[in-house]
């Protein structure tokens, strides 16, 4: 149980262009979820954490009109990084939770690279 | 703010010794969690620490909490090579569930 999905796992866009990710939860309804982004060698930095039928709510330096947001459902929720450009290549990482539950359970990640 | 503070940050063990992984956080949180990342992949649970003096055990792996000391451990029994990775300690907002990382410890395990 608790299995989350992400897709792609990975993706080349070219500078200026716009990517979407998305994240599923499988087996469960995710009241929430969250998106982290990690660079090489470094911890996972939350971006945003979205909340079903509601606007996400962004970490403090985040880009929300570069990272849009949505949490259309109770199982999807997408990233969609816009006018992407070489600074913005990482890891993509989801994860989600329930309303009864404290535990996040993360995605597989989507390695985005942008040249 | 959260703000949890891993040591080491690297950390080379020999195969068959003991070892220990600390994690520090700042202010009062319900639970502290433990993660394994290896390279290329994303986060793989490993302990979930919910009270004062709560111990979890898995494998080489033991895991405990201090609430008052604001510390938890990560102690590793006879390393072996499948333990090389990058282990991640978290805690979340009583509030709003966010969680907030350390940095992470990497380990390599050596013959």
């Known amino acids: 149980g608790a299995v989350v999905s992400q897709h792609p796992s990975w993706v080349i866009c070219k500078s200026g262009t716009s990517v979407k990710i998305e994240c599923r939860s499988l087996?469960?309804?995710?009241?929430?979820m969250f998106w982290y982004r990690q660079f090489p060698k470094q911890s996972l930095m939350l971006m945003a954490t979205?909340?079903?039928?509601?606007?996400?709510?962004?970490e403090q330096g985040v880009e929300k009109d570069k990272f849009l947001i949505n949490h259309a459902s109770l199982t999807l929720s997408t990233l969609t990084v816009t006018s992407a450009h070489p600074e913005d290549s990482s890891f993509y990482i989801c994860s989600a939770r329930t309303s009864s539950t404290y535990e996040q359970y993360f995605g597989p990640g989507t390695r985005l690279t942008v040249t | 703010e959260l703000k949890v503070e891993q040591n080491p940050l690297f950390l080379s063990m020999q195969e068959g010794k003991n070892y220990t992984i600390y994690c520090n956080y700042s202010?009062?949180?319900?639970?502290l969690y433990w993660y394994r990342q290896d390279p290329g992949k994303s986060l793989e649970s490993l302990f979930v620490l919910l009270s004062n003096g709560a111990v979890k055990q898995e494998g080489r792996l033991m895991a405990s909490l201090d609430t008052k000391a604001r510390l938890s451990t990560l102690h590793i029994t006879a390393a072996v090579h499948d333990l090389s990775a990058t282990y991640f300690c978290?805690?979340?907002?009583?509030?709003?569930?966010?969680?907030?990382f350390g940095a992470g410890t990497t380990v390599t395990v050596r013959a």
């Open positions: 979205s909340n079903e039928g509601s606007k996400a709510t962004y």
């Open positions: 978290a805690v979340d907002s009583i509030y709003d569930y966010k969680l907030s």
């Open positions: 087996d469960f309804q995710a009241t929430t």
């Open positions: 202010t009062t949180s319900d639970r």
